[in-house]
């Protein structure tokens, strides 16, 4: 199997650093995180030059038929750079959509705005009692005489204060569906707030709030699955650039701290551990390299497998790179003052979002032939 990337791809991927490098320097990122928005405009109509956001709509809405590895080679740049812009949020939204019959005329309008970089979306994952249970779902649905109305509530809904639309599960007459709620419906009230990486979130609560519902009957449980997967995938891509640009802070740093004189850099031992560290990196971009190309999988538990099994192991990464960066960064790995603790702070929610390295054990231990290999 070739997981190097296509010309194409990687001329993104370059396009998009350069970039980044230029306009998205770290200073830069701060600047925007302490805004009350705590996104730029400027910066995600930048992206929407770059066709990032037009990348995952379907051809016949305006967009390129961006497949996993070309969101890979574009969440590893946004995660490598610490974006704090809501595209992971959009490109969800994208999924869901697509899933849910991106020939239906409402699905295929909203993408056609979404491709035009006219509208943002979030997906509401998370419920406050739930864990990371994805089907443990309060928030319930009624049919009404012109659509369906929500009651429930939504928490840290990444970048839901700065979407225009929601998708939002509930569970009608017993079973999971799913809906998109406009920002402006009735009987909706948003929290919003920053997290401790920079990132922004927000509390969704519904009261009788108008939806449409995303697809028919076939639209459910399965679907709502496989969209949690694609989320998953997507932040294990991010965290490999934040990875790799962990460890290449911690190597410059080392090269400049002195110690007896000399650059600690030279002591073995850290040698040693910043060796561990890069091991660690390219284990877990080998494993999320193999979700890519699992998630299109006709199996289902070969989805799962493989998502489950890149979480894992980009969670393991993450935190060993980042406590190893910390302490070879000294009392300055947990400064504001330097990018690297930030990075860590960023590492760190990805690894507790959309299930924990317990919770994607469990999972991958859980799917079928797991025993029968194991014994």
């Given at each position: 199997?070739?997981?190097?990337?296509?010309?194409?791809?990687?001329?993104?991927?370059?396009?998009?650093?350069?970039?980044?490098?230029?306009?998205?320097?770290?200073?830069?990122?701060?600047?925007?995180?302490?805004?009350?928005?705590?996104?730029?405009?400027?910066?995600?109509?930048?992206?929407?030059?770059?066709?990032?956001?037009?990348?995952?709509?379907?051809?016949?809405?305006?967009?390129?038929?961006?497949?996993?590895?070309?969101?890979?080679?574009?969440?590893?740049?946004?995660?490598?750079?610490?974006?704090?812009?809501?595209?992971?949020?959009?490109?969800?939204?994208?999924?869901?959509?697509?899933?849910?019959?991106?020939?239906?005329?409402?699905?295929?309008?909203?993408?056609?705005?979404?491709?035009?970089?006219?509208?943002?979306?979030?997906?509401?994952?998370?419920?406050?009692?739930?864990?990371?249970?994805?089907?443990?779902?309060?928030?319930?649905?009624?049919?009404?005489?012109?659509?369906?109305?929500?009651?429930?509530?939504?928490?840290?809904?990444?970048?839901?204060?700065?979407?225009?639309?929601?998708?939002?599960?509930?569970?009608?007459?017993?079973?999971?569906?799913?809906?998109?709620?406009?920002?402006?419906?009735?009987?909706?009230?948003?929290?919003?707030?920053?997290?401790?990486?920079?990132?922004?979130?927000?509390?969704?609560?519904?009261?009788?709030?108008?939806?449409?519902?995303?697809?028919?009957?076939?639209?459910?449980?399965?679907?709502?699955e496989r969209i949690a997967d694609y989320a998953?995938?997507?932040?294990?891509?991010?965290?490999?650039?934040?990875?790799?640009?962990?460890?290449?802070?911690?190597?410059?740093?080392?090269?400049?701290?002195?110690?007896?004189?000399?650059?600690?850099?030279?002591?073995?031992?850290?040698?040693?551990?910043?060796?561990?560290?890069?091991?660690?990196?390219?284990?877990?971009?080998?494993?999320?390299?193999?979700?890519?190309?699992?998630?299109?999988?006709?199996?289902?538990?070969?989805?799962?497998?493989?998502?489950?099994?890149?979480?894992?192991?980009?969670?393991?990464?993450?935190?060993?790179?980042?406590?190893?960066?910390?302490?070879?960064?000294?009392?300055?790995?947990?400064?504001?003052?330097?990018?690297?603790?930030?990075?860590?702070?960023?590492?760190?929610?990805?690894?507790?979002?959309?299930?924990?390295?317990?919770?994607?054990?469990?999972?991958?231990?859980?799917?079928?032939?797991?025993?029968?290999?194991?014994?």
């Amino acid at each position: 199997m070739d997981f190097n990337f296509t010309e194409e791809q990687q001329q993104l991927s370059d396009a998009l650093r350069r970039y980044l490098d230029k306009n998205y320097g770290f200073e830069a990122r701060q600047a925007i995180v302490k805004t009350p928005e705590g996104v730029s405009a400027v910066h995600w109509n930048a992206f929407v030059e770059l066709g990032l956001t037009a990348l995952p709509v379907p051809s016949a809405q305006g967009g390129f038929d961006g497949t996993p590895f070309d969101m890979l080679a574009v969440m590893q740049q946004l995660g490598r750079a610490l974006v704090v812009e809501p595209y992971w949020a959009t490109a969800v939204g994208v999924e869901a959509l697509r899933l849910a019959g991106d020939t239906h005329a409402d699905n295929a309008k909203l993408l056609e705005r979404v491709a035009a970089g006219e509208v943002r979306l979030a997906v509401a994952f998370h419920e406050p009692d739930a864990r990371y249970d994805l089907f443990l779902l309060a928030t319930t649905a009624k049919e009404t005489g012109d659509g369906y109305s929500l009651t429930g509530t939504k928490s840290v809904v990444q970048h839901g204060a700065q979407a225009d639309y929601w998708i939002v599960p509930a569970r009608l007459a017993g079973e999971v569906a799913l809906f998109v709620v406009a920002r402006g419906a009735n009987g909706v009230d948003v929290g919003d707030y920053r997290t401790i990486d920079g990132q922004r979130a927000a509390t969704l609560k519904f009261t009788d709030a108008h939806a449409r519902r995303l697809g028919g009957e076939s639209v459910g449980a399965a679907t709502w699955e496989r969209i949690a997967d694609y989320a998953t995938f997507l932040l294990c891509a991010e965290a490999l650039g934040a990875i790799d640009a962990l460890t290449s802070a911690t190597v410059e740093y080392t090269k400049t701290r002195q110690q007896f004189g000399v650059p600690i850099a030279r002591f073995q031992a850290l040698q040693h551990r910043m060796a561990d560290m890069l091991i660690h990196a390219e284990q877990a971009r080998s494993i999320t390299y193999l979700a890519a190309a699992r998630y299109s999988s006709e199996s289902p538990d070969e989805r799962r497998r493989a998502i489950s099994a890149a979480k894992v192991r980009v969670g393991q990464a993450a935190r060993y790179v980042g406590q190893q960066a910390v302490q070879l960064h000294g009392g300055m790995g947990v400064t504001n003052e330097v990018a690297a603790a930030h990075l860590f702070k960023r590492l760190a929610i990805i690894e507790t979002t959309l299930g924990d390295v317990d919770h994607h054990l469990e999972r991958f231990t859980a799917l079928p032939g797991f025993a029968q290999a194991a014994a």
